[in-house]
């Protein structure tokens, strides 16, 4: 299983920025997918989650009505639109492979990891 996540950058507040996780075949049509972001100093924590069906979707409150998850099934890659973004949001982001597609979402419970993309927000 194989994830690659790209599209990170320096942006200013207000801006916006599209992460791609180019997945595996398997990872693709096996798992869902979650991206899941870490800011210096913090843990990382869940940001949101498609189904492997691409029929759930699930958001973090504090990204909720600005981010968009979705998925592309002939490209095998999930995408993170994230619009409207604040200096709060400047992390790492990780797309992650999830088995379970269920509220509860952490780190502990991910199968597969893909690379982090930096992304920075400045003020």
């Not at 398997?26 to 869902?32: G, L, Q």
């Not at 979650?34 to 940001?47: I, L, S, T």
């Amino acid at each position: 299983v194989q994830l690659q996540a790209s599209g990170g950058g320096l942006v200013q507040a207000g801006d916006s920025l599209r992460l791609s996780c180019a997945a595996s075949e398997r990872a693709f049509r096996s798992y869902n997918i979650d991206w899941f972001r870490q800011a210096p100093g913090k843990e990382r924590e869940f940001v949101a989650a498609i189904s492997w069906t691409g029929r759930s979707i699930d958001y973090t409150d504090s990204v909720e009505g600005r981010f968009t998850i979705s998925r592309d099934n002939a490209k095998n890659t999930v995408y993170l639109q994230m619009n409207s973004l604040k200096p709060e949001d400047t992390a790492v982001y990780y797309c992650a492979a999830d088995p379970r597609f269920s509220r509860g979402w952490v780190p502990t419970r991910i199968e597969y990891w893909g690379q982090g993309t930096l992304v920075t927000v400045s003020s």
